[in-house]
């Protein structure tokens, strides 16, 4: 059986057009047999239209080919050999469902398969099940969500004003809400009362690796570059033509503008929105940026920047061997292959991000190190560099103090950690004498031994309730064939008490940090929520341990402030947690696994 087959998708969304042509990309997903839907081992279509109570008929597994000849069914009207004109192949796009349930498909599958392929091993959803369910046509409503309780995605769609806006055929809609379902998988706690920063995680997150999937496809970044005015001429570019502004603008065209005018009541807004944010340090201190929607933007555009910056600056090294003209070919083909290196470079910063009470600083932080580690030769494109200095023009500076010059900004080891932060107290050390070392590497009763056993360094709260959520060994491939094992595990504390006993409060033998937020009764009951992720490399020795103290006193008060100030406490009575969603996150974001684990 062939270990991967192509699809074609549409590249973007129907108003990316060449030529009145709707663009489409063959894109590889793995192969597999499937059945009619399609439904495969992770992903199972199930076109049902809950506003028309009608089902439409499944795309036949006997046209997708049999396991060890896969067919791409829709290929055939793409292809020049049939020349159908423009109206008659957008009609076949468009307006066939079959080509929707397979769009759906391979989008969610690809983008499953760069979550697998950047970790390093298989990826769960978080609702227990192996496969999740797509309804490309869920709804007549201007909306698309995943749902953890019915273990799906659902597209909606709408009356546009110039036709049917369907949702379930935007690239960036898709991988949105796949992303949604993955991250909600591998950190359930994200969707749990923090920061302002973490509310606006789940979205910019979600926005993030959309953006840099759209743009991993040559054909939209030909089409992007196209838009810069005068540059490409008889098929070669003009370097001199390019500037940030400009392929900023093609970049927004990429996107779909139109597309994205007939969705800015719903979803798709934030996006383009995000393109358009100009570098400013003092962004996120305005009180419009405050609020979860709008603070997510500035961290996606801090990466878009990023990437503009990089691409600009390889197009002119090239172009400078070319003498300023490049094949526009050549030219979409290094954007994607920057897209696809700063993709899989995201995604993979989540196995080193904290797995409760995250910050936009940790996230540069967990890209930094998390990049160091599999690449430490970044000359070709300088990625970590401009994702530093792009991230610090829009105000976000890495929470690690440590490291100098590449290296500015990563995790630190654990053994640098003291369990005080006096500077007079001796540096500690792990002690690995009663684990196995092998076992670390899967077993969570033999990670919290070592836990247990080294709590003083790693700086536990022992009064807390703890619990190692898991342990995976990851094997990560680098396209230069360099490969790392290790080994990621995390692990959450509980603690809680009245909001009285805060000031007073003595834990692990520290006293007195802790504040109440001015104001709150005494008597409301107040969870601290704390954890840590731990990277072993594969010997299994920790390598690093990405925490967030219960007893971290900053940043446990900050929380608490933010809560008491944004009303939670007041809400939580009468309406449990999910009423800080309610209130400014989208609809789509996930209700938590436990009904109300609030007292
Ligand atoms: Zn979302």
Redesign the pocket.
């Known amino acids: 059986m062939p270990a991967s087959r192509r699809l074609t998708i549409i590249a973007q969304d129907p108003w990316v057009r060449a030529g009145g042509r709707i663009v489409t990309a063959q894109v590889s997903v793995p192969a597999e047999l499937l059945a009619d839907g399609p439904r495969g081992h992770r992903v199972h279509v199930v076109d049902f239209d809950a506003s028309a109570n009608r089902m439409y008929a499944p795309l036949p597994a006997d046209a997708m080919g049999t396991s060890d000849k896969p067919n791409d069914p829709f290929r055939s009207s793409t292809t020049r050999r049939t020349r159908p004109t423009p109206a008659v192949f957008n009609r076949r796009l468009l307006e066939d469902p079959r080509f929707h349930a397979q769009n759906v498909y391979a989008i969610v599958m690809r983008t499953l398969g760069h979550f697998e392929r950047a970790l390093g091993r298989r990826v769960s959803w978080s609702f227990g099940g192996h496969q999740l369910k797509v309804a490309p046509h869920a709804f007549a409503e201007p909306n698309a969500f995943y749902s953890r309780e019915d273990e799906g995605l659902f597209f909606g769609y709408f009356a546009g004003p110039d036709g049917p806006v369907l949702t379930c055929l935007s690239h960036d809609i898709i991988v949105?809400e796949t992303t949604?379902a993955l991250i909600d998988g591998l950190r359930p706690r994200y969707t749990e009362p923090s920061s302002p920063d973490q509310a606006a995680f789940h979205?910019a997150f979600?926005d993030l690796v959309a953006l840099l999937s759209v743009f991993s496809l040559p054909e939209i970044l030909d089409e992007a570059v196209r838009q810069v005015p005068k540059a490409v001429t008889k098929g070669m570019l003009s370097v001199a033509r390019l500037t940030i502004e400009a392929l900023r603008r093609g970049v927004l065209f990429g996107l779909g503008e139109q597309f994205g005018g007939a969705l800015s009541g719903v979803h798709g807004a934030s996006l383009r929105r995000s393109v358009a944010l100009q570098p400013s340090r003092t962004i996120l201190d305005r009180s419009e940026y405050q609020q979860e929607h709008t603070r997510g933007e500035v961290l996606v555009a801090a990466m878009l920047h990023a990437f503009l910056d990089i691409y600009l600056q390889r197009l002119t090294t090239l172009g400078r061997e070319a003498n300023g003209q490049l094949p526009a070919v050549r030219v979409a083909e290094e954007g994607a292959d920057l897209a696809e290196r700063m993709l899989t470079m995201c995604i993979r910063a989540l196995d080193y991000l904290p797995p409760t009470d995250l910050d936009f600083g940790d996230f540069l932080s967990a890209i930094i190190t998390s990049d160091l580690e599999i690449r430490p030769d970044d000359r070709r494109f300088g990625v970590r560099e401009a994702v530093r200095r792009s991230f610090r023009a829009f105000g976000i500076e890495p929470t690690s103090k440590f490291g100098t010059g590449d290296q500015t900004g990563r995790w630190e080891p654990p053994e640098i950690r003291r369990a005080t932060q006096s500077r007079r107290e001796p540096l500690l050390k792990l002690d690995y004498s009663a684990v196995h070392r092998e076992a670390l590497q899967r077993d969570p009763d033999e990670v919290f031994r070592f836990l247990w056993e080294n709590r003083g360094v790693l700086g536990l709260c022992t009064e807390a309730y703890t619990v190692v959520a898991g342990v995976r060994p990851c094997l990560r491939v680098e396209h230069d064939g360099f490969t790392l094992r290790e080994t990621v595990a995390d692990y959450v504390q509980i603690l809680t008490v009245r909001a009285g006993e805060l000031d007073d409060l003595e834990l692990s033998g520290q006293k007195g940090k802790l504040k109440k937020p001015k104001g709150l009764s005494p008597g409301k009951t107040i969870r601290l929520l704390g954890g840590g992720a731990l990277l072993f490399d594969e010997f299994g020795q920790l390598k690093y341990h990405v925490r967030n103290a219960v007893l971290n006193p900053a940043k446990q008060n900050r929380r608490l402030q933010h809560l008491y100030d944004a009303g939670f406490f007041e809400r939580q009575r009468e309406q449990g947690f999910a009423s800080l969603h309610l209130k400014g996150m989208?609809p789509?974001?996930p209700a938590t696994r436990e009904a109300d684990p609030w007292p």
């Open positions: 949105h949604h979205e979600a989208r789509e974001l």
